[in-house]
């Protein structure tokens, strides 16, 4: 661990903290339908795009209105790239002539874009056209992030509003997440890239003769406009395999800075929006404190793991633990070093963006353990765009109903009773996330169906397996390597854990902001429990850390703790 290192974290926090609050006051005016400095020039095109497809932006919706919508459309839009998928060997812009996809594969691509995962059981250079990338896969990193953030806006409003019984319209936040948000940001982020140096065309791949007298081929793309918004949507996924470790994605330190910054910024500045939409700033700030904690604690975690040398090099071969005095690096990419491998994994982790610029499987035990747990205490640390703010506030709902018992008083949230609906709904979103990840790691674990696509045996492949059911349920979508996915099993099975742990969970989400809409304001009395508070960022950060901790003690005992025990009594894996 370095000066250096330390102080690049603190300049990214900085830069954050600078950016996150215009952002999200920006955010909070277009969610309340006020005026903008983008609306005389997006006004128009958001107008018209009504008037095509007949939604009437005054008329609002139940809650139960707005889940249908939300389901309706992202089931359609899985269907429309399932399509594309299949038929791309018939589309346009497909100069290296791939083939379709192929059944099972297509499934799991559709299913991890529709729900903001962007896993990935293949290289995109090797099978994916440049229409695929473009119309079926860049299109969702739009429209999926536009979902997560228009459910989470709902919530918002469920808690600000009084006695309603609507939560807002479903086709017009995704729209104005798109036009007003999202768009203007990918064009700032895309040109920044392409000015770095990310490439950004058409041309069919290109042939070259290296020093060596070899031939290789040189992938190239619209590579550039799908890594913005694959950042600013909280995706992931790479248009190369390599992902952000690839120098035509990630070429630059400033590029690498620039990629990091834009996977938090809108998570971020969402807790910002989540303050000035309920009246309460004190209460965003308390949110935001609690997810920098986790942050925090995480990243010095993973770069403490990683910066030590590996321990079956210590009095074995004292020119090799010299050299690995500067710690692990292994598996990281020599241009950024282990402190911006470990920040970088620490970020992505905790927003369910899943870009990666390192191999995770190459990380030693307890600094593969940081991203594995970033995901398991539900992508709340930031979190992914929209489903970052959600994640979170059922926590908070959850922390102020314990609140509530132990001083033996009825709890209240902003000014709304707490009930056993409330708490009802907050506890089924809770459940059905380990449920998902336990029982598929249970079956993968022990059929051989599961058990064939290891790369490694004893607790480090039950990480393998551990790690993909939980970055699929979590929306995550990066993989901790070793683990060859791509096999009938796998598409399929991870297919399913990303729709439920995406939409399966949404529904209890709407259902709660429902109900907090139709209630009625209670004025604070001496016996409310703040939610702006230290206190209460201290209490909210507790109880994430406990339900994850009982979730998944367990399994991560049996994980990655006992490989680093038995690494450190000499048994490699």
């Given at each position: 661990?370095?000066?250096?290192?330390?102080?690049?974290?603190?300049?990214?926090?900085?830069?954050?903290?600078?950016?996150?609050?215009?952002?999200?006051?920006?955010?909070?005016?277009?969610?309340?339908?006020?005026?903008?400095?983008?609306?005389?020039?997006?006004?128009?095109?958001?107008?018209?795009?009504?008037?095509?497809?007949?939604?009437?932006?005054?008329?609002?919706?139940?809650?139960?209105?707005?889940?249908?919508?939300?389901?309706?459309?992202?089931?359609?839009?899985?269907?429309?790239?399932?399509?594309?998928?299949?038929?791309?060997?018939?589309?346009?812009?497909?100069?290296?002539?791939?083939?379709?996809?192929?059944?099972?594969?297509?499934?799991?691509?559709?299913?991890?874009?529709?729900?903001?995962?962007?896993?990935?059981?293949?290289?995109?250079?090797?099978?994916?056209?440049?229409?695929?990338q473009m119309v079926g896969l860049a299109y969702h990193n739009f429209l999926s992030a536009a979902v997560g953030i228009a459910v989470a806006i709902a919530l918002v409003r469920g808690i600000a509003r009084r006695e309603s019984k609507t939560i807002g319209n479903f086709w017009v936040d995704a729209t104005r997440s798109v036009l007003y948000v999202l768009l203007p940001l990918c064009i700032i982020c895309a040109g920044l890239l392409v000015q770095q140096g990310v490439v950004q065309n058409l041309k069919p791949y290109t042939t070259v003769t290296t020093v060596e007298h070899q031939t290789q081929t040189l992938a190239q793309?619209?590579?550039?406009?799908?890594?913005?918004?694959?950042?600013?949507?909280?995706?992931?996924?790479?248009?190369?395999?390599?992902?952000?470790?690839?120098?035509?994605?990630?070429?630059?330190?400033?590029?690498?800075?620039?990629?990091?910054?834009?996977?938090?910024?809108?998570?971020?500045?969402?807790?910002?929006?989540l303050g000035k939409m309920t009246g309460s700033p004190g209460h965003g700030w308390a949110v935001f404190a609690c997810m920098a904690?986790?942050?925090?604690?995480?990243?010095?975690?993973?770069?403490?793991?990683?910066?030590?040398?590996?321990?079956?090099?210590?009095?074995?071969?004292?020119?090799?633990?010299?050299?690995?005095?500067?710690?692990?690096?292994?598996?990281?990419?020599?241009?950024?070093?282990?402190?911006?491998?470990?920040?970088?994994?620490?970020?992505?982790?905790?927003?369910?963006?899943?870009?990666?610029?390192?191999?995770?499987?190459?990380?030693?035990?307890?600094?593969?353990?940081?991203?594995l747990v970033n995901i398991m205490l539900g992508e709340v640390v930031f979190g992914g765009v929209g489903s970052g703010l959600y994640g979170v506030l059922i926590y908070v709902v959850l922390a102020v109903f314990i609140a509530g018992l132990m001083v033996g008083r009825t709890p209240e949230y902003l000014g709304k009773k707490i009930e056993a609906y409330d708490v009802k709904m907050s506890m089924l979103y809770v459940l059905i996330f380990p449920l998902v990840i336990l029982v598929f790691t249970a079956i993968s674990s022990l059929l051989p169906m599961g058990l064939n696509a290891l790369g490694n045996n004893g607790p480090h492949g039950l990480t393998e397996i551990l790690y993909a059911f939980t970055s699929g349920a979590g929306n995550n979508g990066s993989a901790f390597g070793g683990l060859s996915t791509n096999t009938h099993w796998y598409n399929v099975s991870l297919g399913f854990t990303m729709l439920i742990g995406r939409f399966l969970m949404m529904v209890p989400v709407l259902a709660l902001a429902g109900n907090l809409a139709r209630k009625k304001s209670v004025p604070p009395s001496p016996g409310t429990f703040p939610v702006h508070t230290s206190l209460f960022t201290v209490l909210l950060t507790g109880i994430i850390l406990i339900v994850g901790a009982l979730t998944f003690f367990s399994v991560l005992s049996l994980g990655p703790t006992l490989e680093h025990l038995l690494l450190r009594a000499g048994q490699l894996f």
């Open positions: 661990m370095t000066g250096n290192g330390w102080l690049q974290f603190l300049l990214f926090s900085f830069v954050l903290i600078l950016l996150m609050r215009p952002l999200g006051l920006y955010m909070a005016r277009v969610f309340q339908g006020e005026r903008t400095f983008m609306d005389p020039v997006l006004g128009p095109i958001e107008r018209l795009l009504y008037r095509l497809f007949g939604v009437r932006p005054d008329e609002e919706m139940s809650w139960s209105q707005y889940t249908i919508a939300v389901l309706l459309f992202s089931i359609v839009s899985m269907l429309l790239t399932y399509f594309i998928e299949r038929a791309q060997h018939w589309l346009p812009w497909n100069p290296q002539h791939f083939a379709g996809i192929v059944p099972d594969l297509a499934w799991n691509t559709a299913a991890s874009f529709t729900t903001n995962t962007n896993w990935q059981s293949y290289s995109g250079e090797a099978v994916m056209s440049y229409f695929t793309g619209p590579v550039a406009s799908q890594e913005a918004i694959k950042m600013l949507g909280t995706n992931g996924g790479g248009f190369f395999g390599a992902n952000s470790a690839h120098p035509f994605e990630n070429p630059t330190p400033f590029t690498n800075f620039l990629e990091m910054l834009s996977i938090f910024i809108i998570p971020a500045a969402l807790t910002v929006a904690v986790l942050f925090a604690a995480g990243f010095a975690t993973a770069y403490w793991a990683e910066a030590q040398p590996h321990p079956l090099l210590h009095g074995i071969d004292q020119h090799a633990t010299s050299l690995q005095a500067g710690g692990n690096m292994e598996g990281k990419e020599v241009r950024f070093g282990i402190s911006q491998s470990a920040l970088f994994a620490t970020v992505t982790t905790d927003a369910s963006c899943g870009a990666i610029n390192s191999q995770f499987d190459s990380f030693t035990s307890l600094g593969g353990m940081v991203p």
